[in-house]
T-cell receptor
Framework: QKEVEQDPGPLSVPEGAIVSLNCTYSNSAFQYFMWYRQYSRKGPELLMYTYSSGNKEDGRFTAQVDKSSKYISLFIRDSQPSDSATYLCAMSAGTNAGKSTFGDGTTLTVKP | DVKVTQSSRYLVKRTGEKVFLECVQDMDHENMFWYRQDPGLGLRLIYFSYDVKMKEKGDIPEGYSVSREKKERFSLILESASTNQTSMYLC???????????????FGPGTRLLVL
């Protein structure tokens, strides 16, 4: 079983919808949680970064971490066609040279 | 802005060739990483380095080696390319503060390697 499991998708939503992307994990040592966005044929770019449990909001994006349930989510409000991309969750224990464990990614398409 | 650059966007090589993929970061980051990304398999860590001349195996190091002679540069070497090494290769870097706090990884644009 993988340390990080991500809802596989693909996900297709109409413009303006609220999108929920989710990951679960098994390693209780993880304490840093990241979401990356990857456009087609590009490298991943950091979208959100959270330390420990709680919520973090940045514009239309909200990252949520529930360490007791080992569950993290990324919410996108008022989704736009430009949000169409693959979203990767990533987690780290903060040791071992910053090595992170990534989910396999969820591909999102927002239709105009 | 952090910038991670990779020497080639697209590369075509023949089976058995020695292949060098170069990665350079301009933010004085201590840590550097090489991944490959394949459909359905996600990002898989090949090697990483936490200091000059230091390297550690990731999850799939077989068939690869790395070199880090300078802090800003991390090279991935395919000693004898094989068709199953056709993939998207991604380099990343991250810093570590003096308190040991984890910093996020910054990725390069990727190199699409095709081995014929």
């Amino acid at each position: 079983q993988k340390e990080v499991e991500q809802d596989p998708g693909p996900l297709s939503v109409p413009e303006g919808a609220i999108v929920s992307l989710n990951c679960t994990y098994s390693n209780s040592a993880f304490q840093y949680f990241m979401w990356y966005r990857q456009y087609s044929r590009k490298g991943p770019e950091l979208l959100m970064y959270t330390y420990s449990s709680g919520n973090k909001e940045d514009g239309r994006f909200t990252a949520q971490v529930d360490k007791s349930s080992k569950y993290i989510s990324l919410f996108i409000r008022d989704s736009q066609p430009s949000d169409s991309a693959t979203y990767l969750c990533a987690m780290s224990a903060g040791t071992n040279a910053g090595k992170s464990t990534f989910g396999d990614g969820t591909t999102l398409t927002v239709k105009p | 802005d952090v910038k991670v650059t990779q020497s080639s966007r697209y590369l075509v090589k023949r089976t058995g060739e020695k292949v060098f993929l170069e990665c350079v970061q301009d933010m004085d980051h201590e840590n550097m990483f090489w991944y490959r990304q394949d459909p359905g398999l996600g990002l898989r860590l090949i090697y990483f380095s936490y200091d000059v001349k230091m390297k550690e195996k990731g999850d799939i190091p077989e068939g690869y080696s790395v070199s880090r002679e300078k802090k800003e540069r991390f090279s991935l070497i395919l000693e004898s390319a094989s068709t199953n090494q056709t993939s998207m290769y991604l380099c990343a870097s991250s810093s570590r503060t003096s308190r040991g706090r984890q910093e996020t990884q910054y990725f390069g644009p990727g190199t699409r390697l095709l081995v014929l």
